[in-house]
């Protein structure tokens, strides 16, 4: 109990949060709190429940989006990490005949990283529990809640899609 209670404190953000802070920045660390708190507790139960990790479980979810495979180089920019991290995370699934690496057929150097059938079997178990964990963190919340919850989202995301964008972006 004592474990959980330090570890919430450590992946709680808002707790850095004062009364005097502007209530942007307070509803920042809100979201980044939560955002954490649900990671955590899904990292925990992929590792505990299926013995994967959070960024294999990710990789896999790009690969059932694409029957076909996608290209090593393409996997990273996907996943936002080096080449270097998908190779590693690659030769993991590929030892446990989770995917399998074709190649290219026109370059000899490039491959394809595609589920194999025992991948996918796997990966649909993994996100059928995925989405039972993300359906019971919000089930405190009555579906009213949740649509104006993500309509408010919705509107935040395209504030800051907006905010962001260059002059010249705006043009177009």
């Known amino acids: 109990?004592?474990?959980?209670?330090?570890?919430?404190?450590?992946?709680?953000?808002?707790?850095?949060?004062?009364?005097?802070?502007?209530?942007?920045?307070?509803?920042?660390?809100?979201?980044?709190?939560?955002t954490t708190l649900i990671e955590d507790t899904i990292r925990t139960n992929l590792r505990e429940e299926f013995g994967?990790?959070?960024?294999?479980?990710?990789?896999?979810?790009?690969?059932?989006?694409?029957?076909d495979g996608l290209s090593m180089g393409e996997l990273s920019r996907r996943m936002m990490v080096t080449g270097g991290n998908i190779t590693t995370i690659v030769d993991q699934l590929e030892n446990e005949k989770?995917?399998?690496?074709v190649m290219s057929e026109t370059d000899r150097r490039s491959y394809t990283v595609r589920l194999t059938?025992?991948?996918r079997n796997a990966?649909?178990?993994?996100a059928l529990a995925h989405e039972q964990w993300v359906v019971h963190f919000f089930g405190d919340l009555s579906e009213p809640q949740q649509s104006q919850l993500h309509e408010l989202l919705g509107h935040l995301k395209k504030s800051i899609h907006q905010s962001t964008q260059s002059p010249t972006q705006e043009r177009a």
């Open 98 to 101: 989770l995917v399998m690496r």
């Open 52 to 67: 994967i990790t959070l960024p294999r479980f990710d990789l896999m979810a790009q690969l059932e989006r694409h029957p």
């Open 117 to 119: 059938l025992w991948g």
């Open 1 to 34: 109990m004592m474990k959980e209670a330090a570890l919430i404190q450590t992946s709680d953000l808002e707790l850095r949060a004062h009364e005097d802070h502007h209530a942007s920045l307070r509803l920042w660390l809100r979201l980044l709190s939560c």
């Open 123 to 126: 990966f649909a178990r993994m």
